[in-house]
């Protein structure tokens, strides 16, 4: 998705990046040690499932004020889906504002793991700093939630779908006939429309269950999204990013239509200070490139819009599905940090302005 415009926008880029140099000198994390031990050829070395658990484990003991750590649900090869939650007064549900990342839906996707867990790092290990105190402010002021691995079997297959076997497209024969569902399509949304309009939304690829996008049976079939379910359901968020890689580029509802929904304008306005921070390539509502990439129907940035009225943001990131330059995913990690830390910030106000908004 190379355009002109991608290299107007790249001029942001500097920007994002002298914002979130000059915010974040100080910091602790996996990856810094890996920069810094390690030569520009040896790879990154991305969180395997067992890894991020035992990581996550480690940081709850250290950590336990200020984090608590949760299974929302289990995969079909019995692996837990991880929910962090990060904020004083951790075990108690506050009316603070809240935020929620995702990462991986599609289990071949690993940088957005690697972001959501540095962020939770980077906010444990700087809560008492005191040349960081916006750190500790977000802390006392925002409930953040994190589910670092939405797909972990898919993660440890290396796979876009998860690995739950397939009976035929509508679940219905005896047989497996085979394997996985691509998580980020099984949400619920008018399934019905793909019928109807069997080009615009893609049929003969979200149908057929061998294909790398098929949908599911029904609805919300898979245990993955059906964790998700119950966990959005049970919490409250007004702001919300789900990772993918790659393109460099953000997205928000409605997924399935370039028809705009009632809060354009604080998309449009939340996403491009978003934008301003990381330099990607918002895709506003009017945007000829919509067509490239609209017609998704059962993501779960339709599904938290429809259900929670959350502005819900796709974030692609990186300009490769896998980058292995150590210092590439640590820009990556440190820039999406910066974009956390202004999005708590920006959820302590979002609801008295979505309430301005529709009063007009
Ligand atoms: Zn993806």
């Not at 040349?131 to 002021?141: D, R």
């Not at 619920?188 to 979200?206: H, K, S, T």
């Not at 990131?317 to 980058?323: C, I, K, L």
Request: net charge negative.
């Amino acid at each position: 998705m190379k355009t002109a415009s991608f290299a107007r926008i790249r001029l942001g880029i500097t920007a994002g990046f002298c914002i979130a140099v000059m915010l974040f000198v100080p910091f602790t994390s996996a990856i810094s040690d890996q920069t810094s031990s390690q030569t520009v050829t040896e790879p990154y070395q991305y969180h395997t499932y067992d890894a991020l658990t035992d990581e996550l484990h480690s940081l709850q003991e250290n950590y336990s004020s200020l984090m608590s750590l949760s299974s929302i649900g289990k995969t079909y090869e019995g692996r837990d889906l991880w929910m962090v939650k990060l904020s004083d007064n951790v075990e108690t549900e506050e009316e603070e504002p809240g935020v929620l990342f995702m990462a991986a839906h599609h289990g071949n996707e690993w940088p957005g793991v690697e972001i959501c867990l540095f962020f939770i790092r980077y906010m444990l290990e700087n809560a008492q700093n005191s040349s960081l105190p916006e750190v500790q402010n977000v802390l006392n002021t925002t409930q953040i939630y994190l589910i670092p691995m939405v797909n972990p079997d898919g993660v440890t297959a290396d796979t876009r779908k998860n690995c739950a076997p397939n009976h035929g497209p509508f679940g219905k024969k005896p047989t497996i006939t085979s394997y996985g569902v691509n998580l980020n399509r099984n949400y619920d949304d008018p399934w019905f429309l793909a019928y109807l309009f069997p080009l615009r939304y893609y049929l003969p690829m979200i149908l057929p269950d061998a294909s790398f996008n098929y949908r599911g049976p029904y609805p919300f079939s898979e245990n993955e999204t059906q964790a998700v379910k119950h966990f959005t359901e049970a919490h409250n968020f007004s702001i919300s990013i789900s990772y993918h890689s790659y393109g460099e580029f953000i997205i928000y509802p409605w997924m399935h239509t370039t028809k705009q929904t009632p809060d354009e304008m604080l998309f449009r306005s939340v996403g491009e200070n978003i934008s301003l921070i990381n330099g990607y390539y918002l895709l506003v509502k009017n945007d000829r490139l919509i067509p490239l990439y609209g017609g998704t129907l059962g993501s779960s940035e339709n599904w938290l819009y429809r259900e929670k009225g959350a502005l819900a943001y796709t974030v692609e990131v990186g300009n490769e599905r896998r980058p292995t330059s150590p210092q590439v995913v640590f820009n990556l990690c440190m820039t999406q940090t910066t974009v956390h830390l202004y999005l708590c910030q920006r959820a302590q106000t979002i609801e008295s302005e979505k309430a301005a908004l529709h009063q007009t």
